[in-house]
Structures are given as C-alpha cells and as structure tokens.
C-alpha cells in the first residue's frame, strides 16, 4: 500500500507542477487582445466610430485606422454627427464583440458624397492623417461623442480598423498548482524511501511463543527472557505505520483542494441575503434624473469659429467686395455691410462699419443642443482687450444646418451704461427662444414691435416699456432736431422689425436676450407745392441731387439688442446694443 499511496501522490504532484507551470507559459492568455472589422462593409464616404470602441470593460482600447491614402478623424458629439451625415452612404462601428473579437457594424446606403468636414463648425476638433493613425479615446466633455472619419468627401471612407487592449493575463490557480504539486511530489518520493519494520517479529522466536502462551494462560505479564531483545510494537498513529502514511496522503491531497481558490464566479457572488437587499434597492429607487444636456459648442471650440469669422468680415471689410461677405456672413449684417460697401465704393462719404475684434470673449449666452435642431444662434459679448475702459461688442452667430459654418448675423457695440448677464459656456439654463416666448415681461415679438413705435413717436403709449438710456434719448433729440430744422417740410419716421432677422436666448436669470433688425424711413415732403427740401452732403451724393420739389425717403438699418426681464421682475425692457447705418436713399416722384 506504502508504494502505491507513493505512486499516487509522485504522478498527482507532477500533474499539478505541470499544469500550474504551463499556465505561466504554453497555456498563458494572451498580453494583447485585438478586434477587427469581421467583413469588408460596402465603400462609403463617411465612416463613424462611436464611443463603444473606446473601451473593453475597464481597458480603454488603442485605434488604429489605417487608409490607402489621407484621412481626417473629427470628433463630433453623436447627435450632431449623425445630423451632419444626414441621408449620405455611411459605415457605424458602434461597439466591440469581446468574444468574437469583432467590431458591431452596420452598413446604410444613401449620398455617395458628402461635403469635406475638417473645417466643419460642428467638429469639436480635428486630426489629419496620411495612410495611418494611432487613436485612444478621449472625450473633451460629458456626453456621447463620435469619431467621424473621411477622406475628402468623395473618396471612401477608411474601413480598415482594429482595437486593442490588454488581455487578462491573470492564473490565480497557477501558484497553487505549483506548491501543492511539489507538496505531493515531496511526500510521494518521502514515502518511496522510508522502511518499516515486520509487524509482530521478535529473535526469541519459539520460547517468546511459549512464554508468551504461557503467561496467557497463568493471568500474569509477560516477561522477557534474559539476553533476548524484542522491537516494540509501534502503536498505530506513530509515524512511518502505514496508516500513518495514508492520513499524510490523504492530507496533503485535502491541503492541495483547500490551496486552491473558489472560481470567479464564486468569487464574485453575493450571499442571498445580500441579493435579496440589492434587488429591493433597485426596485426602490427608480431613476427621475432630467436627461442631461449639453452646450452646442464648447469654449475652444467657439474660440475657434470666433476667430474664423473674425478674419473672414476683416478680409471683406478690407476689400469692400460683397461676394467676400459669403462665407461667414448672413441677414441683416450682411445685407447692412453689403449695402455699406457700394455706397463707399461709389464715393459716398460714409464711415465704414465697426470692426469685429474677438480677441477676448467677455461673456457667452451658448444655448444647449436641445436634441441637435436646427437652426441654431449663439451670442457672444467680445473686445480687444480685458480693460475697463475698452468698449465691447455682441455677436450674434447663427447655423443653419449641421454641415453650415457659423455666420454673424449681428455685430454692435454695447451702449454706455448698458448691461449683458455674465454667462459661462456650459451654463445648462442657456435655451434658444422663439419670438413668441412666454413668461417673460412680453414676448419677443412685441418687445421689438413697441420698441419701433416708440422710436418713431416719444410720445407713444409704450414709452413707459422701455428703461431710458443714451441712444433712446439721442434718437429722440435728433428726430426733434430734424423736425423743428424744417418748417416748411414734412417730416416723418417709420420703422418696421424684420421678423426673420430676430434671435431669441435664454439667460439664467429667466430673462431673454434679443437680437433684432429694424428698417427706419425718414420721409421729407414741401408742406407747400413749390417748395424744396434740401440735402445734406451724403444724401446729395446717394441721389445725385442738391435739393428735391417732390421729397426723399432715406433709409437706415437699425440693428439692435434688447433685454427682456422675466414676468415676475420690476424692471423694464432695455437696450443693450444698438446702431444707425444709412443703406440707402430715394427721390420721391
């Protein structure tokens, strides 16, 4: 038995050793683990990597795209990604099969082109490549992002991609296997080697026999003959008794068991008690949080664009050419600076308009993607500088679709003693209005309409609406001015909103910021048949005339800012910005 509880544990040991050591070596998981592309999908201009590739549970992974030629990767939030892809052929890797170490693709047919998005507004930003690129995935801030990859639009989108990250190389049975193999070994070759004596053998040899038969019989102890030595019989649980030797085989094989941990899922399981407790937290503590929303542009990436257009107007305003207006340009800024650039070009004595410096943002009203609609309006308090003395500007951008660029619809300087609510980019209270908003003093729409009334006439029922500032007041002293200037003419003022110009935000305080275009008419007529209006320098260069028997119309574009306090404040509307631009004049017939 000796041999064979020896033959057991020496070929028990050695299974171990080697199943524990191979764990380490030939049988190691692998360091790196590596999804790909399973099939080829159908050639398309646009290729989008969601956030699911970014990571494998707690292992962010490493990208590498590879191309046969150049590509751009743009990082994009998803919503605005899938709007700027729109009904264009496009590929979607969205996550990773860890098992089949496949990526989850899905193909969609549709516009075999799209237009070049590496200098798309809606890209937070954007990397150039040529055949290659190593990507790991960084998001710039809360929420879904995507990697939108192209080449230029036209050509096919790269497809080539793989995601790694490192494997489990964990063998928490390996060391165990180890010691409890050369455990066994040990005691196997121990149990090979040690010699027990004959049960029951004595040299005495017959007379033991007899004497101890003897003493048997009589009721006595036994007793040794003089001169014979005996071995003692050793009792059972004394070392080197083959029961012995099998309680130390049986041991080690229970120490070799106990050595070994529970599995993972053992591991990883909770008591019923603790289940239990767990499940009812769950079911007691359903999720009511509001979906979180997201600025449409974040602050590098609205310094970004603010710089662009900055360029774009300087370059235009340099020129005076109307077509270099297009790019970053729209309503009534460009229909004021277009108007602007002819008269000057035709010798009209005008000033030019203001310059638009973004060197400092100052404040910033940017809206949250409210479900990526379009079109969307940011406005923007600007200046050259930090100082206190500097006067600063609002922008007004606007776009119209995900694939438009931002353009500036409006671009004035603040009036003194004027206000705009400091405003973070980020600030989620940040929405964009509609001109016919609620729960605010009045609407949009009626704000603009009442402030044209009350421009044209001091005397009008709304005037109390307004708060008094410098350019209501000088507006009004001129008007008087020009009346009282002209005893013997007509003279009459007309505003009118131009509706499509007008953009609504939200501001924190629960108020509203409106950016508006008023077209001003002053109209001068003879009181009299026979008599003349005269004409100032400008007009008379505008209408090539000196004086006019029939009359003149006159008109300017009026770009304003108007505040507009919550229903529930004491104050009343105000004029944050505002601006006079002649655009254009005409002889009564």
């Given amino acids: 038995m000796r041999k064979i509880f020896s033959a057991i544990a020496i070929i028990l040991g050695l299974a171990a050793l080697v199943a524990g050591i191979g764990q380490r070596t030939i049988w190691a998981p692998p360091e790196t683990l590596t999804a790909s592309v399973a099939a080829a999908p159908a050639d398309a201009p646009v290729t989008l990597l969601e956030a699911g590739i970014g990571s494998v549970g707690a292992h962010p992974t490493d990208i590498t795209i590879t191309s046969d030629g150049k590509f751009t990767a743009s990082l994009v939030r998803s919503a605005d990604a899938q ?50 690129m190593s ?103 004394e070392p080197g008794s083959p029961n012995t030797v099998a309680k130390m085989v049986a041991a080690a094989s229970v120490l070799s068991l106990a050595i070994l941990p529970a599995g993972p899922a053992m591991a990883a399981s909770a008591t ?97 993607d409210d479900g990526a609609h379009f079109p969307r309006s940011i406005m923007v308090v600007t200046a050259k500088d930090s100082a206190a003395s500097t006067i600063p500007s609002v922008i007004t951008l606007t776009q119209k679709s995900a694939r438009d660029n931002y353009q500036v619809a409006f671009a004035t300087q603040m009036l003194p003693g004027s206000t705009f609510p400091g405003i973070g980019v980020g600030d989620p209270s940040v929405k964009s209005l509609k001109d016919d908003a609620k729960d605010l003093k009045m609407t949009p729409k009626t704000a603009l309409t009442r402030l044209a009334e009350f421009m044209d006439d001091e005397k009008s029922k709304y005037a109390d609406n307004f708060a008094e500032n410098a350019f209501l007041t ?49 109209t001068a007529k003879p009181k009299e048949d026979g008599g003349t209006i005269g004409l100032d320098a400008v007009t008379s260069k505008i209408v090539d005339a000196k004086d006019t028997k029939k009359g003149i119309e006159i008109t300017y574009g009026e770009p304003m800012l108007v505040y507009i306090p919550a229903a529930d404040s004491k104050d009343k509307v105000s004029v944050v910005a505002a601006e006079v631009i002649t655009k254009g004049a005409k002889l009564l017939k």
């Fill in 135 to 237: 990507y790991r995935w960084t998001n710039p801030d809360a929420g879904s992002w995507t990697l939108l990859l192209a080449a230029d639009g036209k050509a096919a989108a790269p497809t080539q991609i793989t995601a790694s990250w490192p494997g489990d190389t964990a063998t928490p049975f390996s060391m165990p296997l180890i010691i409890s193999g050369a455990l066994l070994l040990i005691i196997g070759i121990a149990l090979a080697a040690v010699r027990t004596a004959p049960r029951g053998g004595s040299t005495g040899g017959g007379r033991r026999s007899v004497d101890t038969a003897a003493a048997t019989a009589t009721g006595s102890l036994p007793t040794a003959a003089a001169g014979v030595t005996e071995t003692p019989i050793k009792p059972k649980n």
């Fill in 272 to 368: 019923p008690s603790e289940s239990a407790s767990s499940s009812v937290s769950a079911a007691a503590t359903p999720s009511e949080e509001a979906p979180e929303v997201y600025p449409v542009v974040l602050q590098d990436q609205l310094e970004r664009i603010l710089g662009e257009v900055s360029t774009s107007v300087a370059k235009a305003d340099k020129s005076k050419k109307a077509a270099d207006l297009d790019d970053r340009t729209t309503a009534a800024l460009k229909t004021l600076r277009t108007q602007n650039y002819k008269l000057r070009n035709d010798g009209v004595k005008i000033d030019g308009p203001s310059a638009i410096d973004t060197t400092v943002i100052r404040s910033a009203a940017v809206p949250t």
């Fill in 83 to 132: 709007a700027w892809v729109g009904k264009a052929a496009h590929t979607s890797i969205s996550g990773i099969n860890a098992e089949t170490m496949e990526f989850d693709v899905s193909s969609k047919t549709g516009e075999a082109t799209v237009p070049n998005p590496a200098k798309a507004d809606i890209v937070q930003s954007t990397e150039n490549a040529d055949k290659t």
């Fill in 474 to 522: 000088l507006n009004t002293k001129d008007q008087n001015a020009l009346v009282s200037g002209n005893k013997d003419g007509k003279i009459s003022f007309k505003r009118t909103v131009n509706n499509n110009d007008t953009v609504v935000i939200s501001t924190p305080d629960g108020g509203a910021l409106v950016s508006g275009n008023f077209t001003s008419v002053t």
